[in-house]
């Protein structure tokens, strides 16, 4: 990581933070409340978005420090992720209280703005994380040996996570919209598997090119390891994917 965090990095970082640790309240109110762990309505789902959105946003404002991106732009580009991942987990973490389901629920006016507004909030993750994939392919990014491929690996990668949500969310608000609720929100599990393994990526792989960097090993061995890491990582999607097709 640079040595200069500029004050929407440092933001960015908090607002992470804060989310995760939301995820782990969620998890003790789970512990405490019970209920179900899977389904529509459960604590599992603020627990899991809570801890997955503060954890992609923290690693996105990380890698992205990597790319060769103008700075006005990546802040402005951060501070609205930072805000959408707020506004999610927030819409997520409200349904949860309410004891209702956070997506595809169209049972009240007051349910279908939340549902709305959460599929309107992937479709603006979709946009400002292909803008970073398409930057990290424009410009080969900077940082130690196997940085650029397991950041251009993680956001190609990344990609499958966004367009796997945006088909759950499509189906499922297809579904709902002609009158088939209860099969809205089952239709988004084939996918699942697919969504949660290719959606982190992006900070595992970046990672784990910093961590081969702090090693003494050469730079041949260390650019070895990433791409050995991004070819395991390729086939745990390809399996996720053909089990998607299979049960979709």
Same mark, same amino acid.
């Given at each position: 990581?640079?040595?200069?965090?500029?004050?929407?990095?440092?933001?960015?970082?908090?607002?992470?933070?804060?989310?995760?640790?939301?995820?782990?309240?969620?998890?003790?109110?789970?512990?405490?409340?019970?209920?179900?762990?899977?389904?529509?309505?459960?604590?599992?789902?603020?627990?899991?978005?809570?801890?997955?959105?503060?954890?992609?946003?923290?690693?996105?404002?990380?890698?992205?420090?990597?790319?060769?991106?103008?700075?006005?732009?990546?802040?402005?580009?951060?501070?609205?992720?930072?805000?959408?991942?707020?506004?999610?987990?927030?819409?997520?973490?409200?349904?949860?209280?309410?004891?209702?389901?956070?997506?595809?629920?169209?049972?009240?006016?007051?349910?279908?703005?939340?549902?709305?507004?959460? #599929?309107?909030?992937?479709?603006?993750? *979709? &946009? %400002?994380?292909?803008?970073?994939?398409? !930057?990290?392919?424009? $410009?080969?990014? +900077?940082?130690?040996?196997?940085?650029?491929?397991?950041?251009?690996?993680?956001?190609?990668?990344?990609?499958?996570?966004?367009?796997?949500? #945006?088909?759950?969310?499509?189906?499922? *608000? &297809? %579904?709902?919209?002609?009158?088939?609720? !209860?099969?809205?929100? $089952?239709?988004? +599990?084939?996918?699942?598997?697919?969504?949660?393994?290719?959606?982190?990526?992006?900070?595992?792989?970046?990672?784990?090119?910093?961590?081969?960097?702090?090693?003494?090993?050469?730079?041949? &061995?260390?650019?070895?390891?990433?791409?050995?890491?991004?070819?395991?990582?390729?086939? +745990?999607?390809?399996?996720?994917?053909?089990?998607?097709?299979?049960?979709?």
């Amino acid at each position: 990581m640079k040595p200069h965090v500029r004050p929407a990095e440092r933001l960015c970082h908090v607002i992470g933070a804060l989310l995760i640790l939301s995820g782990l309240v969620h998890l003790g109110v789970f512990a405490v409340d019970g209920g179900p762990w899977y389904g529509p309505v459960s604590w599992r789902k603020p627990v899991t978005f809570g801890l997955s959105f503060g954890a992609t946003l923290i690693a996105v404002t990380w890698v992205t420090s990597y790319l060769r991106i103008g700075a006005r732009l990546r802040t402005v580009l951060l501070v609205v992720f930072a805000a959408d991942c707020v506004v999610e987990v927030g819409g997520i973490t409200l349904q949860a209280w309410r004891r209702v389901p956070s997506h595809l629920d169209m049972e009240t006016p007051f349910d279908t703005a939340v549902s709305m507004m959460l #599929a309107v909030g992937g479709g603006v993750l *979709v &946009v %400002l994380l292909s803008v970073f994939a398409v !930057e990290s392919f424009r $410009h080969r990014p +900077a940082g130690p040996t196997g940085m650029a491929l397991a950041v251009r690996s993680g956001f190609a990668i990344m990609l499958v996570a966004l367009v796997s949500g #945006a088909a759950m969310i499509a189906r499922g *608000v &297809v %579904l709902a919209r002609t009158g088939h609720q !209860e099969a809205a929100y $089952h239709s988004t +599990a084939p996918l699942k598997p697919l969504h949660g393994v290719s959606l982190h990526a992006v900070l595992v792989l970046p990672a784990l090119a910093w961590l081969l960097s702090r090693t003494s090993w050469s730079e041949a &061995v260390r650019l070895r390891v990433v791409t050995v890491a991004v070819g395991c990582y390729v086939v +745990a999607v390809a399996v996720a994917g053909v089990w998607a097709v299979l049960t979709y």
